[in-house]
C-alpha cells in the first residue's frame, strides 16, 4: 500500500490524467459512432472493404422502408390524406385556372379534329361551345375526386410515395431520425464524459495496482464498449418511469419526450414528405396514375356525351364514329398534361385540409410504448454491434496512446 502511494505521490499528473482521457475517450467515441450512423451520405473509399458509408444511407430502402410502415401502418392513411378534400371547394379553388384550361384544351380539340367547321363558325358560336364545356368542368372534378375517395388505394399509393422520396433524398431520411433522436444523440454524446470519468477511476487504481502496459488499452476499449452499450440502453429503457436503489427516477430519454418528439416528427413529415405537391404528384404521375387516367376518361367521356346528346348522330357523321372517339381519349389526354399546372392552385386549401401535422402528433400520442420506440429505434438497430465495436476499438487504441503518454511522464 505503502508502495501505491508513494508511486502516486511521484506520478500524481500521471494518475489525475487518467479519468480526464477515459472521459475525453468516452466523448469522443460518441461523436464519431453517431457521425458514422450518418455520413458520409454516399461510399468514401474502396469498395468493397476499404471504406465507410453511413449505416441510415448505405440502408436507405430498408431504412425508408421501416419508417413507413411505422408511419403509414400505425399514423395515417391514403383514405386520410385524401378523404378530407371537399369536391365543392376543390371545384371553386380550381374555377378560374379550369375555365382557361377548358377554353385552351375546346379550342385545340374543335380545330384539330373539325378545322373547317370550328374556323367557319362566328366566334359567338365558338364562344357559346366553349362555355357550355366550361360548365361541365366543374362537375366533371367533383366527379373525378369523388371516385378517387371511394377507392383512393387504387389511384394513390402512399406508402410507394413516401418510400419513393426518402430513397431519393438520403439527407432527408438521415434528417427523420437525427430531429426525431436530436437531445437522444446529444445525451449519447454527453454521458460518454460522465461514464469515462467513472471507469477513468477504476484504471486509476487498477493502473496502480498491476502496473501493466494492457492497463490502458484494455480500460479505453472498455470505456468506448461499455459507455455505447449503456447510452443506448438508457434511451429506450424503461419504457415507464422506475425508481433505482430508492434514490432516482429513470425514464427512457426518448419515451420520456414523446410529446415534444411527436411535434417535431409531425411537422417535419408535413413539411417534407406528407405534402399536396408530393401527393399530387404521386397520384398523377406515380405507378397507378395510368388508373386515375381511366377515371379522368371515363367521366370526360360521360360529360362530351351529355353535351352532344342531340347532336351526336350529326357529329358521328361529320366526324366519324371512330374520330369522335379519338377525340373524347385526346381530350383527356389533355385534361391529364394540364393538371399538374391546374392543381398547384388548390395546394394552399390541400394543406389546411389534409392537417397532417396535427393528424400525425394525434395520432403518435396514442402509439404504446412499444410503437412509438420503433419510430427511430431501427436506426440504432441496424448494425448496432459495429458502432459499439468501433468504439472500443477508438478507446482501445487511445488506450495505447496513453501507456506511451504515461511512460514517458514517468520517466
Sequence with gaps: MNEILADFQRNWLVYLSMPVIAALIGYGTKVVAIRMMFRPIEFVGVRPFFGWQGIVPRKAARMAAIA??????RLISAGDVVQRLDPERVARELERPLLEAVDEITREIAAEYQPGLWESLP???QDLVVRRVQAEAPKVVKAILSTIQSDVDSVFDLKGMVVENLVKDKELLNRIFQEAGREEFRFIARSG???GFVIGFVQMFAWATLHSP???PIFGGLTGWFTDWLALKMIFNPREPKRYF???QWQGLFLKRRKEVAA???ELIAKEIITPHNVLHAVLRGPLADRLFAVVQRQVTEALDRQTRLARPLVALTVGGRRYQEMKHSVAEKVMNRMPETLTFIEDYAEEAMDIRNTLVQKMQELTAEEFEELIRPAFQQDEWILITVGAVLGFAVGELQVLLVENLAH
Design 68 to 73: 413507413c410502415d411505422t408511419m403509414t401502418d
Design 123 to 125: 366566334a359567338q358560336a
Design 193 to 195: 464524459i460522465v461514464f
Design 214 to 216: 494492457w492497463v490502458m
Design 264 to 266: 417535431d416528427y409531425g
Design 246 to 248: 430508492g434514490l432516482f
